[in-house]
């Protein structure tokens, strides 16, 4: 018999093993991993079961997961009969169950791997996703059911974790909406057993420590975010937080009505890892507002294919506007009959593009441009090392974004801090 007080909203958690998969998220300070850990020696004692501890390094092992087990091994006063050695490291149990660790920086340790049938993967998002495949494929038993417990801090929706067990737009595989998730906090779908909790599901933590995660709202609202909330997000500064998706009819009837001189397309080219990413974009000039109406995305695609593909720009005469740095695909598609020019390039030329980008007072994307609004809607600068912004590169490389640069070559947006734009006596001119 054993007596634990345990945090309500991880009861249900505990004793389910009726899942492939448990997926949890949350804030700092949880218990996430606590109960996590728990739920692991609880079924280890009731069953000979081999467990695997994982994290991508091995050594943050010791003074994480696996003090952890002992911390809790030594509450439930047990420590008497369970053993923990340290080299190696591993926790035997009197009826024959074992827990070990490996980290995944040395992935030939893998090699030695037999019959585990429970895995926990300590903050999973740090994890490579080939890593995370790597495991699945790896591990098997005769007779027992596997499970794998992932429990992590929420990061960028780039992030696998969020790709493989929510939504992956760029794959169009939808499993659940994560938003769902925060409200309902516990949810079971394909075998999956979602769990999501915030300090405040931590009856033991102290106060103080809440009030210092409330105080991050102040001053790092991307942080609070994650550590106060739990919630998946955008990790950074938004490029363009303008950016917004309407429904393809309603964009429609906006760029209807815009002439057709304020209609543009721009051409990016690519081929093995980049790819050719061709848009058409409508400027409502008086509003200041861009607007994305079509695209066409693909890659590993050659000129004669691609030129096939996009034939009704020959049929319409549109002008393509494209990168001038790929000169020989440009006389290529001009042979073919498009008519295309090179966009101007100078020194500089990436960050005035941005910039000019950035004062359109509104991106409306069309929902139909699947591509353009994974690239665009979360897309955040770098940082350098001292976490300063560099103006001029991404959290990814947003093919999109430089097709919209060639669309709008020749094109300025009023800068309303230019002078020029205004007369002596301040009222704007345009």
């Known amino acids: 018999m054993i007596v634990k007080e345990v945090n309500p909203h991880f009861e249900e958690f505990l ?106 993967i300590e903050e999973c998002s740090e994890l490579k996703y080939e890593g995370f495949k790597e495991l699945l494929g790896r591990l098997r038993h005769p ?30 595989i939808y499993k659940l909406d994560d938003e769902e998730l925060y409200d309902r906090r516990i949810i079971i779908k394909d075998n999956t057993y979602y769990h999501h909790s915030t300090a405040d599901d931590n009856l033991f933590l102290p106060k103080s420590y809440i009030k210092q995660l409330d105080e991050l709202k102040a001053y790092d609202p991307d942080l609070y975010r994650i550590a106060r909330e739990g919630r998946f997000g955008v990790n950074g500064v938004r490029v363009l937080p303008q950016f917004e998706v309407w429904p393809h009819y309603k964009v429609m009837e906006a760029v209807n009505k815009i002439p057709d001189n304020m209609k543009r397309a721009g051409f990016d080219f ?32 050659t000129d004669d294919r691609t030129a096939i593909e996009i034939a009704e720009f020959k049929k319409t005469k549109e002008l393509i506007r494209a990168d001038s740095a790929e000169p020989k695909t440009i006389a290529y598609y001009r042979q073919q009959g498009f008519n295309i020019v090179g966009a101007k390039k100078f020194k500089g030329s990436r960050l005035q593009n ?77």
């Open 354 to 430: 941005i910039k000019k980008v950035k004062r359109f007072k509104k991106i409306i994307c069309s929902e139909d441009c699947p591509n353009t609004i994974r690239e665009l809607k979360n897309l955040t600068y770098k940082k350098d090392k001292n976490g300063n912004l560099i103006e001029d590169e991404f959290n990814i490389d947003p093919h999109t974004f430089s097709a919209i640069w060639y669309a709008l070559d020749g094109y300025e947006v009023a800068d309303l801090k230019d002078r020029k734009n205004y007369s002596g006596k301040g009222a704007r001119r345009w």
């Open 143 to 172: 007779t027992l059911p596997l499970h794998y417990i992932l429990t992590t801090n929420p990061v960028s929706e780039d992030n696998w974790t969020y790709k493989h067990f929510f939504k992956d737009e760029e794959k169009n």
């Open 15 to 120: 004793f389910d093993w009726n899942n492939k998969f448990y997926f949890l998220v949350g804030g700092y300070g949880s218990s996430k991993s606590y109960h996590a850990a728990l739920k692991i020696i609880l079924k280890l004692l009731k069953e000979k079961r081999k467990a695997l501890v994982v994290r991508e390094v091995y050594d943050t092992i010791r003074d994480s997961c696996f003090a952890l087990f002992e911390e809790i091994i030594i509450e439930l006063g047990l420590d008497d009969k369970i053993k923990l050695t340290t080299s190696p490291m591993q926790i035997r149990f009197p009826n024959g169950s074992k827990i070990i660790f490996k980290g995944m920086d040395k992935p030939s340790k893998l090699k030695s791997i037999h019959n585990v049938t429970i895995v926990w």
């Open 270 to 301: 690519g081929f093995e890892v980049s790819y050719n990413a061709l848009l058409r974009i409508a400027i409502d000039h008086e509003k200041k507002w861009l607007y994305i109406y079509w695209e066409y995305y693909k890659r590993k695609m």
